[in-house]
């Protein structure tokens, strides 16, 4: 739909150079048949800005990106799309219902996290977008559930609210939340895992969403984190996801995760 405008930025290196390229998608790890064009971040967020100047422009092409069928757009279009929508000026009640739309098309973390925190339009206990994190923490498709709890993370958390995040989070029936991935396992031949496949048991996306959330958690208010973890009911692949998470990280490896 837009590729046009996104191939000027699409790096020579991702078309000459094929280990290069499969590194590029191998860590969006998209699912199989998904058309990446291979663009970084940056020259994202300028196509974004560039189509966001002017306000018809944009809210035509909202409507196009809407209207699209499943899966039919470029990987970056999915991305701008929603770098779009956190830049744009319209009323909260609109721009959720917008959000609303574009939603249901994510399918990989990288569009999921990336529009999460740039969406610097939330406001920490804004009553409307904490109802808009809880619709999507109750649906039963994985990046669904996965951006509504980025989308707490990275621009809602507030110690207030974390006992009813962690309750939802233990609520969670993650046997039925649908994924399009599988567990899959690099072996010593083939050290990639497999498009469609993920490194844990699905719904893996939902499952490091909540430990990175609880890792972010601890870093700005260990106390009341330990309490909570205290009497949790939390899977234990998921505490162990946690337990990995606070070690990998700066802030937080020589935090006692419990």
């Not at 809602?156 to 962690?166: A, D, G, H, Q, R």
């Amino acid at each position: 739909m837009i590729e046009k405008i996104l191939e000027q930025y699409i790096p020579e290196r991702f078309i000459s150079d094929a280990r290069y390229r499969r590194g590029h998608i191998r860590v969006i790890n998209p699912l199989p048949g998904t058309r990446v064009l291979g663009l970084h971040i940056p020259y994202m967020r300028k196509a974004a800005a560039e189509l966001t100047s002017s306000a018809d422009r944009a809210a035509e092409l909202i409507r196009q990106f809407e209207t699209a069928p499943e899966r039919s757009l470029y990987y970056e279009e999915y991305m701008v799309w929603g770098m779009m929508l956190n830049r744009m000026k319209m009323p909260l009640e609109e721009r959720l219902d917008r959000l609303r739309a574009f939603v249901p098309h994510i399918d990989n973390w990288a569009v999921c996290d990336h529009v999460c925190a740039g969406a610097k339009w939330t406001r920490p206990g804004d009553r409307l977008t904490w109802a808009f994190i809880l619709e999507h923490l109750a649906s039963h498709r994985e990046f669904e559930v996965r951006y509504g709890l980025i989308l707490y993370m990275s621009r809602m958390m507030e110690e207030s609210t974390l006992p009813e995040i962690f309750r939802l989070m233990e609520s969670l029936d993650l046997e039925h939340i649908h994924s399009d991935y599988t567990q899959g396992k690099a072996d010593r031949d083939s050290p990639d895992l497999c498009p469609g496949t993920a490194a844990g048991r699905p719904p893996y996306y939902v499952r490091m969403a909540m430990a990175w959330l609880m890792a972010t958690a601890l870093a700005k208010y260990p106390d009341t984190v330990r309490t909570l973890l205290s009497r949790t009911r939390l899977p234990e692949d998921v505490l162990r996801l946690y337990v990995r998470k606070a070690r990998e990280s700066f802030r937080t490896r020589d935090v006692s995760p419990f």
